[in-house]
């Protein structure tokens, strides 16, 4: 089982200025959990693990934005060949142990997270979605660069060990003033 929490920051944060908000990815389950954090292509769902995030408006303050309105989401991908998976790129969690998808060695951060930085104040709802279901275990691999070989079929069984799998983490709210 797994569990996607987000931390934002605690008290007010400046207008114009990006908030901290850190991603915990938590094996609630009895078994090792195979897991990647953000990988190029992760966030703009062009390859799996695809982590999707949003930010909405919780609480509009004047200046045209309505409530849920969406603010921040991921950018078009430039390019769509992204870098291959690495065996290196998937992750071990024991059962009760946590780790950050985003700063973790080989991870990515979350840009719409880290480049949102509101100008008008009020309160803005962060949102994030973990899918690793795919219809064939080579969505994972990448664009470029793929093994072949001995080296393929030793990194899609451990893409086979992912458990497949959408989840929603409780969404948390900042507010900027």
């Not at 390019?79 to 142990?97: F, Q, S, W």
């Not at 880290?114 to 709802?125: C, D, K, N, S, V």
């Amino acid at each position: 089982m797994i569990d996607l929490v987000l931390y934002g920051p605690g008290g007010p944060q400046p207008l114009g200025r990006p908030a901290t908000v850190r991603v915990e990815i938590r094996n609630t389950g009895d078994r090792d959990l195979w897991i990647a954090g953000v990988l190029d292509g992760s966030e703009n769902g062009l390859r799996l693990p695809r982590y999707l995030p949003t930010v909405t408006r919780a609480e509009a303050s004047g200046g045209g934005d309505e409530d849920g309105a969406v603010v921040a989401s991921p950018a078009p991908a430039e390019d769509p060949l992204v870098g291959p998976l690495r065996p290196t790129d998937l992750r071990r969690l024991a059962p009760g142990e946590s780790w950050d998808p985003v700063s973790g060695a080989g991870c990515l951060p979350l840009m719409t997270f880290a480049h949102f930085a509101p100008r008008r104040p009020g309160r803005y709802r962060y949102a994030l979605t973990l899918d690793t279901e795919a219809a064939r275990p080579e969505e994972w691999l990448g664009g470029f660069g793929v093994p072949v070989g001995a080296a393929r079929e030793e990194l899609l069984a451990l893409v086979a060990r992912v458990p497949r799998t959408k989840v929603v983490a409780d969404p948390v709210e900042v507010d900027f003033r």
